[in-house]
């Protein structure tokens, strides 16, 4: 079975219909109205980079005549809700970087806006249920996640995981992407290195996120046409999408937004002692269970 996604205004759905390449347009537009409640005669379905719409005038094509392949996200609109006005001129397509809060879940609400779409206030809770998933994975799994591989046992790190002032790294993004079945893609603003996790399990799809140092933001596609949902989640195989989400982090280099961790200086904001680069941090944080710095 193909695994296909749609992306609405209201956010990513997966198409949860048994779909194959012999399946037909018909069958597609029957799985979408199931995903999202509309009808698809109400419906403009987009795909590809950039989105453009597909013929809908034979429902009887293949999905293989329609070169549809596993991992294809579609771009839906709903016409119904189209604005009267006339639309603002559609400009080329680009990748931008989308700010999440910087209170110590930033690398949870990337992860959650790169999946969804979306961040509000009324999502914030789900940073903690990321936590909670990771913690599971590490208990169920003791001998892979090994008090030599998280820095303490098992059950600590699945303690210390769920506290809201515990930073996020790699290890929580080899997990997330293990528990999504997605790569995920970190581009390093200081030396713009690409560390992309899940990279060799065969996932379909990739996401992205940018690492200031101390910080992750998620990062998507703006079709530059306001009737449109921004893209977050691509195919592995997009090339270009890889080449855009390093573009975005060659700007942010040339403007010197990135933290450099060998050398500043940070404060630990539960005892207020001073610390110098990660590895001060990562000493004090092993020596005392305080994980909540900022930058001096």
């Known amino acids: 079975a193909l695994q296909l996604r749609c992306k609405t205004d209201t956010g990513t759905h997966r198409l ?7 399946s037909t347009l ?9 995903a999202i409640g509309v009808d698809s005669n109400c419906l403009k379905i987009m795909i ?10 034979d429902s009887s094509v293949s999905l293989n005549e329609l070169k549809i392949r596993s991992g294809d996200t ?20 680009r990748m931008l970087r989308k ?11 990337s992860v959650f806006y790169a999946l969804q779409g979306r961040l509000t206030k009324n999502d914030y809770p789900e940073a903690k249920r990321l936590r909670a998933d990771i913690a599971n994975v590490v208990r169920s799994n003791p001998e892979e996640y090994t008090e030599a591989v998280l820095g303490k ?9 769920q506290c809201d002032s515990s930073w996020g790294g790699g290890i929580e993004l080899s997990i997330l992407s293990k528990i999504y079945q997605v790569e995920i893609a970190a581009v390093d603003i200081q030396t713009l290195r690409v560390d992309n996790y899940g990279q060799n399990a065969g996932y379909l799809t990739r ?13 998507y596609l703006d079709s530059g046409n306001p009737s449109l949902p921004t893209q977050t989640i691509f195919t592995t195989s997009d090339d270009v999408a890889l080449s855009n989400a390093i573009k975005v982090a060659e700007g942010c280099h040339k403007a010197r937004l990135y933290t450099d961790t060998a050398n500043f200086n940070l404060r630990c904001l539960t005892c207020n ?12 944080a092993k020596e005392t269970g305080h994980g909540n710095f900022g930058e001096v």
Request: hydrophobic share 35%; glycine share 6%.
């Open 153 to 161: 046992t098992a059950d600590e790190y699945s303690v210390w995981i």
């Open 273 to 284: 002692t001073l610390l110098s680069g990660q590895t001060g941090a990562q000493k004090h």
């Open 16 to 22: 949860n219909a048994k779909l194959f390449g012999t």
């Open 26 to 34: 018909g069958d597609l537009q029957l799985a979408i109205k199931e």
């Open 48 to 57: 590809g980079y950039p989105p453009k719409p597909l013929n809908l005038s």
């Open 74 to 93: 579609f771009t839906i609109v709903n016409k119904e809700k189209k604005n009267k006005t006339v639309e603002a001129t559609v400009v080329e397509p």
């Open 99 to 109: 700010e999440v809060p910087a209170d110590n879940s930033c690398l949870f609400y």
């Open 207 to 219: 996401i992205f996120l940018l690492y200031d140092g101390i910080h992750y933001d998620p990062m």
